[in-house]
């Protein structure tokens, strides 16, 4: 592994990766106050801090080894999850699922405003790789982030959403999976499940409906 390639990576992505959990996790807080829960407010998560955010071994030595020992090809890590009481929600089973998008939808606008400085800085002329490769490293940052959260497995946020819409009794069936759900995502994304059924093709489709919102700048910037 180039040393030199490797600390050119993390000093672009960098940025664009604290951003996008802080802003993730921070989200998930705030709507679960705004919907009756303080337990994440209490514990001074609902910040713009990444620290509060960081898991040193899921947001730091995961993504390192995995890129170190794949070159780049494979990487997977994630944030301190915020804690949430769902039974203090208003109404917890519908509330959970407003909660449980806070996260996704604070990386979709993310992916969006860094697709719109991406447009801008070719606007404005600017060539230095590192802030153009930065710019489009958010965008792929933050649609990895939306699409994989949303898978429909608990405990990421599209299974969480799931119990929240489906009928109690499969509800309850959905939910006894998330002890395991960790494990079994992580056997689906090795196998290439994910990658392949969810992520690849998720992730064009969102590209093009972040193109098509910027499609007004585009045509303005040009």
Do not use: C
């Not at 699922?97 to 860094?114: D, R």
């Not at 400085?117 to 600017?126: K, P, T």
């Not at 489009?136 to 799931?162: A, C, K, S, T």
């Amino acid at each position: 592994m180039d040393i030199a390639n490797l600390i050119q990576t993390i000093s672009i992505y960098a940025i664009p990766v604290l951003l996008s959990i802080t802003l993730h996790e921070a989200a998930h807080g705030y709507a679960a106050r705004h919907f009756g829960d303080d337990t994440a407010y209490l514990a001074g998560r609902i910040t713009l801090n990444p620290f509060k955010h960081i898991d040193p071994l899921g947001t730091i030595v995961m993504p390192l080894v995995l890129y170190l020992a794949t070159s780049g090809a494979f990487l997977f890590g994630y944030a301190k999850p915020v804690p949430v009481r769902f039974g203090n929600l208003r109404h917890p089973k519908q509330d959970m699922v407003w909660v449980a998008l806070a996260g996704p939808g604070a990386n979709f606008f993310q992916a969006l405003l860094w697709g719109a400085v991406f447009y801008l800085l070719q606007a404005l002329g600017v060539t230095e790789p590192f802030f153009i490769e930065m710019a489009q490293g958010g965008i792929l940052v933050n649609i990895v982030m939306f699409v994989f959260n949303l898978f429909p497995l608990p405990p990421l946020d599209g299974g969480r959403i799931l119990v929240g819409l489906l009928p109690y009794k499969q509800a309850m069936l959905v939910s006894r999976v998330e002890p395991y759900g960790f494990f079994i995502v992580m056997a689906l994304v090795l196998a290439g499940v994910v990658s392949n059924l969810w992520l690849r093709p998720l992730m064009g489709l969102t590209f093009k409906v972040i193109n098509l919102l910027l499609s007004p700048l585009i045509m303005l910037v040009r």
